[in-house]
């Protein structure tokens, strides 16, 4: 079982991750904190895609480049990695609007961050957080939290889903089980202009 969590990354409060990567904290420190530590604090961008073709001109081979009208290539700005290729209305959610979702909640105290991390070399990213007073015990001894989950992908194979769910993400595995639960409330919203509109409208909606 591959846990699929990027070298650097993962920010876990309270109770370690099973693969035992990651920074823990005994009590959830603030969003900024948070941002930074769980090494999630960097940002991609969209550049053009080119294509080089081969031609023979004057008896010597040479490079016809041309830009791919419509195709941007996500690539991660400290390291130049390239996640993928986007249509022209793929817009970014870069990871720190992913952390500044969560700030109104958990300022207020709503919620407090359980844990974040990069998956997959830092092409798919998540952040959890735990419901103020939100667990119960299925039996006793059994307790089943709530959490709060922000995800989604830099390389255009995962849209951003947001919602309600009682799987504790640390690695893959559990995102696909918070993904594929019926249990969980998660909304779909597409890397489109108008999403971070729609995340906002999605956090009040939770209040």
Same mark, same amino acid.
């Not at 490079?63 to 419509?70: A, W």
């Not at 130049?80 to 609007?97: C, E, H, S, T």
């Not at 559990?174 to 999605?202: C, E, F, M, P, Y």
């Given at each position: 079982?591959?846990?699929?969590?990027?070298?650097?990354?993962?920010?876990?409060?309270?109770?370690?991750?099973?693969?035992?990567?990651?920074?823990?904290?005994?009590? @959830?420190?603030?969003?900024?904190? *948070? /941002?930074?530590?769980?090494?999630?604090?960097?940002?991609?961008?969209? =550049?053009?895609? /080119?294509?080089?073709?081969?031609?023979?001109?004057?008896?010597?081979?040479?490079?016809?480049?041309? *830009?791919? =009208?419509?195709?941007?290539?996500?690539?991660?700005?400290?390291?130049?990695?390239?996640?993928?290729?986007?249509? @022209?209305?793929?817009?970014?959610?870069?990871?720190?609007?992913?952390?500044?979702?969560?700030?109104?909640?958990?300022?207020?105290?709503?919620?407090?961050?359980?844990?974040?991390?990069?998956?997959?070399?830092?092409?798919?990213?998540?952040?959890?957080?735990?419901?103020?007073?939100?667990? @119960?015990?299925?039996?006793?001894?059994?307790?089943?939290?709530? /959490?709060?989950?922000?995800?989604?992908?830099?390389?255009?194979?995962?849209?951003?889903?947001?919602?309600?769910?009682?799987?504790?993400?640390? *690695?893959?595995?559990?995102?696909?089980? @918070?993904?594929?639960? #019926?249990?969980?409330?998660?909304?779909?919203?597409?890397?489109?202009?108008?999403? #971070?509109?729609?995340?906002?409208?999605?956090?009040?909606?939770?209040?």
């Amino acid at each position: 079982m591959s846990h699929e969590l990027e070298t650097g990354t993962g920010l876990f409060v309270g109770q370690p991750a099973w693969h035992g990567l990651g920074k823990v904290f005994a009590v @959830a420190p603030d969003v900024d904190t *948070c /941002y930074v530590e769980s090494g999630l604090n960097t940002f991609v961008d969209l =550049e053009p895609v /080119y294509l080089s073709t081969p031609i023979e001109r004057d008896g010597a081979t040479i490079l016809d480049t041309r *830009c791919v =009208e419509g195709q941007f290539a996500v690539v991660r700005r400290h390291d130049r990695q390239m996640y993928g290729i986007v249509g @022209a209305d793929y817009r970014v959610l870069q990871n720190i609007d992913m952390f500044n979702w969560f700030r109104p909640i958990i300022e207020s105290g709503q919620a407090t961050i359980e844990a974040a991390g990069s998956l997959k070399g830092g092409r798919r990213v998540w952040v959890l957080a735990a419901v103020k007073d939100a667990q @119960a015990d299925i039996v006793p001894g059994d307790t089943v939290k709530h /959490y709060v989950l922000l995800a989604h992908s830099h390389d255009g194979s995962l849209s951003i889903k947001a919602g309600f769910t009682s799987v504790r993400v640390v *690695c893959q595995n559990t995102l696909s089980a @918070a993904l594929g639960r #019926k249990a969980s409330k998660l909304l779909n919203v597409r890397h489109t202009a108008g999403a #971070k509109l729609t995340l906002d409208k999605i956090r009040n909606a939770f209040d």
